[in-house]
């Protein structure tokens, strides 16, 4: 077989591979969208506001009662006085000083388990807890998990229209990589067909060129997963809770099937239709 097909060859193993990149970061957003939404869910404080001047041991009784609710996160119950309120808005939040008069309110705060997350889940809670002495109020919000998962198929949809996009251009480039081949080895396909090879023994070569395309472009793209992935999970960010390795090797061969219909197939059909235009 002719030796030129080495440059054209390299340009759709890269291409192949841009499109696997493309669609392995699709399926790992879509893969974790709901293990990032769940962590997002359990990280949203829901807040308890009391009167002033609550004994001890009411909050002691109030911090009680909410931990034996069904749903609570253990451990996610704290009480956060007004004065610890005020340096966290003042220090964290980089706010200046409010003066003598502390606008706050005492408060205990705690987070749901993600499976108990639910509007009607915290409006119950709420009801409950506001029947509790010394309780002013429930305060929650729900925008944030309506938001990441907005954004999550924001960019899912982005990442998935480039995809498509790169597997045109690979199809193209794939389509001129086999015809050019085909071309410059027409002497050798026509000798063969003279002595009565079969078509599928004409295939073989350029099959075999394919399928090593596309365990080059799996290779790169799964050393690229594994290498994110892992960096991802010793980042000490909330990433080490979100990335799980099962969702990884699930990605690595849908893109290893991907790349098997993009070359094989589309290679395949290329010969067929050449080899009965050469009849």
């Known amino acids: 077989m002719a030796k030129n097909r080495r440059p054209t060859q390299f340009y759709a193993t890269l291409s192949t591979t841009i499109v696997l990149v493309l669609i392995s970061l699709f399926l790992l957003v879509f893969f974790h969208s709901a293990n990032i939404t769940n962590i997002v869910k359990e990280n949203i404080n829901i807040l308890v506001e009391l009167e002033d001047n609550q004994p001890s ?48 309110k005492d408060l205990i705060s705690f987070n749901l388990n993600s499976t108990a997350y639910s509007e009607s889940r915290i409006r119950d809670i709420k009801s409950k807890v506001e029947l509790e002495k010394g309780v002013l109020g429930l305060y929650y919000e729900n925008e944030s998990v309506d938001l990441i998962r907005t954004n999550l198929e924001k960019v899912s949809f982005a990442i998935l229209l480039l995809a498509l996009c790169f597997v045109v251009l690979a199809l193209a480039i794939i389509f001129n990589t086999v015809k050019l081949t085909l071309y410059a080895d027409i002497k050798q396909i026509r000798t063969m067909k003279m002595v009565g090879a079969e078509n599928s023994f004409i295939k073989n070569p350029y099959l075999r060129d394919a399928f090593l395309m596309t365990m080059k472009a799996v290779a790169t793209v799964a050393v690229f997963i594994g290498v994110l992935s892992f960096l991802l999970m010793r980042s000490g960010t909330v990433f080490e809770e979100i990335v799980q390795w099962k969702y990884v090797f699930l990605t690595i061969i849908i893109c290893f099937v991907a790349a098997l219909a993009i070359q094989l197939l589309t290679t395949n059909a290329i010969i067929s239709r050449f080899l009965k235009m050469e009849r």
């Not at 609710?69 to 706010?95: Q, W, Y």
């Open 57 to 104: 041991g009411q909050v002691e009784h109030l911090k009680g009662y909410i931990s034996s609710l069904e749903g609570v996160l253990p451990g996610s119950v704290s009480f956060v006085s007004k004065d610890e309120a005020v340096r966290i808005m003042t220090k964290d939040l980089n706010m200046p000083g409010i003066g003598d008069e502390n606008p706050f």
